[in-house]
């Protein structure tokens, strides 16, 4: 008995980290969902393909497209078309690659030369210094930058990441359905002990 109870809860534990899994996935995309939906420069259908691309991204990458879809959100959500917001996902990765900084800074400093601001990267990449402001905010910073560290995301890959990766995956698929299975039941049990404690409030 004891044995069997031990594998039990082993298991209900292993099923309660597929459960996060899937939920740290399901709340990313319901916020890109948002995002796009509060965009004048998205339509709704961009919210699949961009995901999507996410998961193409975590193919050839050492991220997750868990990690990648909450920069995504970002990206929307301070106005890049759905274009543009998958060029500067894949060049900061490349980027990011080089050593030369990290995925989230390039991501950060990428999307500021959309709006017109070179920051660190022109300290870095001196043919962007001659760019005016009218060819950063048409993207064609990220375009150089696209070229120069074109590849290296593929280049760099760590077979280890990606492994991590995929088990990632295959735990927000069982998560799924364990966690659309206990929802139902978690909430009953909720209501059922809010009504005893109101209950006893109100004595």
Partial sequence: IGVATKAIKGMVKALDECAEAYK?????????????????????????????FAS???????????????????LIASGRT?????????????IASSGAMSFDTAVTQLNATLNGNIGRLGQQNAELKELTE????????????????????????????QLKNA???????LGKS??????????????????????RKAR
């Fill in 56 to 74: 193409e991204m975590q193919k050839v990458s050492n991220m997750g497209d868990e990690e990648l879809i909450p920069f995504m959100t970002q």
């Fill in 24 to 52: 740290v996935q399901l709340n990313a995309e319901r916020a890109l969902d948002t995002a796009i939906s509060n965009s004048p420069y998205v339509t709704g259908t961009a919210s699949k393909r961009l995901k999507e």
């Fill in 134 to 161: 009218e060819e950063l905010k048409n993207g064609k910073a990220v375009d150089i930058l696209a070229e120069k560290y074109k590849g290296l995301t593929e280049a760099t890959v760590d077979t280890k990441k």
């Fill in 167 to 173: 088990i990632g995956d295959l735990k927000e698929s």
């Fill in 82 to 94: 759905e274009a543009e917001t998958m060029k500067i996902i894949k060049t900061a990765s490349d």
């Fill in 178 to 199: 364990f966690e659309e299975a206990m929802t139902p039941m978690r909430k009953f049990f909720t209501e059922l002990i809010q009504g005893w404690a109101d209950a």
